[in-house]
């Protein structure tokens, strides 16, 4: 099973991603990740990459569709993975089907409101240590400024910046939008409600999911007693 998180920045894919790895059990594939990891470690698609990240922009399809080729080539995706901010065109969805053929498929599409995104980004923190996400008032209300989960310090992504969130919100509209159509058309686009409760949110994800993906909450209960 391939679980495709499509929606806005902001709107939270790595959230809900990590809460559907927890549950069903299968590795979440951030493209984003993926990335800063690359940049922080100077290497040469990192270096190619940086500049268009930090203006809020796509890095070229080619780039990312071989890196993520590489990742669910490895051993822990073979029984299906989470897909995390990819594919991101329709370009990119095509060329996934080429990489990754004869997988079924769900496309899981968080819809959330301009204005929440705005709010949500701005008072995101990231672990540097761990990569596990924060809002501003969880850092507040524990000891300043470190991860709960590991004690790293918490910072603020480069592109978390008001300027460059109206541009990735400009780019998702014109560039990631029409993917909506793309997998409507294949009968395996779900659209949720991304706005309430982190909790509530993943309880609508749970249920598209398992009315959707048979063996789905079995695989859960086997993953719980593990
Ligand atoms: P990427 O890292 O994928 O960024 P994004 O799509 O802009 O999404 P975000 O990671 O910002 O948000 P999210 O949806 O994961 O939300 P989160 O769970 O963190 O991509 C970054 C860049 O890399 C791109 O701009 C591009 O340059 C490049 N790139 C990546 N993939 C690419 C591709 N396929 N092709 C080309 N280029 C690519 O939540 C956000 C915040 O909200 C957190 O603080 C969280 O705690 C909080 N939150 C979550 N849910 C709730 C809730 N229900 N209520 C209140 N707060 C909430
Ligand atoms: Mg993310």
Do not use: W
């Not at 991860?147 to 978390?160: N, V």
Request: glycine share 12%; net charge neutral.
């Amino acid at each position: 099973m391939r679980i495709i998180l499509l929606g806005p920045p902001g709107c939270g894919k790595g959230t809900q991603g990590d809460l559907i790895q927890g549950k069903y059990g299968f590795p979440r594939i951030s493209s984003g990740d993926l990335l800063r990891d690359s940049v922080q470690r100077g290497t040469p698609l990192g270096l190619q990459a940086e500049a268009f990240m930090n203006q809020g922009e796509l890095v070229s399809d080619d780039v990312v569709v071989g890196m993520i080729q590489e990742r669910i080539g490895r051993e822990d995706c073979q029984g299906g993975f989470i897909l995390d901010g990819f594919p991101r065109t329709v370009h990119q969805a095509e060329r996934l089907l080429e990489i990754d053929h004869g997988r079924d498929e769900i496309v899981l599409d968080i819809r959330v409101d301009d204005q929440a995104i705005i709010e949500r980004l701005s008072a995101r923190r990231i672990c540097s240590g761990c990569g596990s996400i924060h809002t501003l008032r969880e850092a507040a209300a524990k000891e300043p400024g470190a991860c709960h989960a590991c004690g790293g310090s918490l910072i603020q992504r480069d592109d978390d910046k008001s300027e460059v969130i109206q541009r990735r919100l400009k780019v998702y509209r014109t560039q990631t939008t029409p993917l909506e159509k793309y997998y409507r058309e294949k009968n395996v686009y779900h659209a949720v409600e991304g706005q309430g409760r982190i909790e509530e949110i993943f309880a609508r994800i749970e249920a598209v999911l398992e009315r959707s993906v048979p063996g789905l909450a079995l695989k859960a209960e086997a993953s719980a007693k593990r």
